[in-house]
């Protein structure tokens, strides 16, 4: 949709409550796959699911692939409106400050000898 690689792109994208601004929308994102016993165990719903999220519409039917569409539009104009309203500054603000403090954590000071 959004071509994000994991959670913390949503983060980094929308702030940290990026669930919370998304909530309704991924609740319509159509998620078709059932999967019997015994096929986690093979790794075959793992391959099921990585091709459903590379490409869904394939598995998709027609009243389906809308709902499908209608997210992805949903998402995209929700993006917009979070990526330009007044407080996206102040979000990448904090999440670029919480960043310095994860880095600042995992480097060592000189004058600390642990």
């Given amino acids: ?3 994000f690689e994991n959670y913390g792109d949503f983060a980094d994208y929308f702030g940290p409550r990026w669930h919370y601004y998304l909530r309704d929308i991924i609740a319509t994102i ?23 999220a590379e490409d869904p519409f394939p598995y998709l039917d027609e009243k389906i ?25 102040v979000r990448w603000q904090e999440t670029q400050a919480a960043e310095a403090d994860l880095q600042n954590d995992l480097v060592e000071t000189p004058n600390e000898p642990f």
Avoid: C, I, W, Y
């Avoid at 949903?74 to 007044?86: I, Q």
């Fill in 1 to 3: 949709m959004l071509h």
């Fill in 30 to 52: 159509p998620v078709p796959l059932v999967f019997s016993k015994g096929q986690f165990e093979r790794g075959v719903a793992a391959k099921l699911l990585n091709d459903f």
């Fill in 65 to 89: 692939k809308k709902k499908m569409t209608t997210a992805h539009s949903d998402l995209l104009r929700k993006f917009t409106e979070l990526a330009f309203d007044v407080g996206a500054e």
